[in-house]
């Protein structure tokens, strides 16, 4: 039996400049645990760009080994292939998009997030990598906008 990949799928504005949360989002190694005191974000191979191994660790003990597949300056957008971890118990393949546009005469952006995968058995997702992703999108935008110097 061939399963059919899906997907899902999340957008939000985000009072924060494109740039700014462009360059968050690249570095995010650097920033991870100050946006989510439980969560890390660590380089394990490569420099931060395509064919990067990162390793993120959620507070509740699941945790995504990811490879960067792209990173486009021009289309502000990062492409990453979930290797282990937290989702390949019930997936197959999981890729996950995150693509950035201005908004609003450029004081805000608009953050999509898209997780395409194929599941090992018919099922109906669950919302929880949507609502994650949600949630870490509205963190990152407080801890933008409370913090002087995030990299500090």
């Not at 899906?6 to 400049?17: D, H």
């Not at 021009?74 to 390949?88: C, F, I, Q, S």
């Not at 693509?99 to 952006?109: D, E, H, I, M, V």
């Amino acid at each position: 039996m061939t399963l059919m990949k899906q997907g899902m799928q999340v957008e939000v504005e985000l009072r924060v400049p494109l740039q700014k949360l462009w360059e968050a989002l690249k570095n995010l190694n650097l920033l991870a645990s100050k946006i989510a005191p439980n969560l890390t974000h660590q380089i394990l191979e490569g420099d931060g760009g395509v064919g990067t191994v990162n390793l993120i660790q959620f507070g509740d003990g699941r945790y995504e080994k990811e490879l960067v597949d792209m990173i486009d300056e021009r289309t502000h957008t990062l492409v990453a292939t979930v290797m282990t971890g937290g989702m390949d118990v019930k997936y197959n393949q999981y890729k996950k998009t995150v693509a950035l546009s201005p908004a609003r005469n450029g004081a805000t952006t608009i953050a999509c997030w898209r997780a395409e995968y194929a599941p090992v058995a018919e099922s109906t997702p669950s919302g929880l990598s949507r609502d994650n992703a949600l949630s870490f999108f509205k963190a990152l935008e407080s801890f933008l906008n409370t913090t002087r110097n995030p990299y500090a």
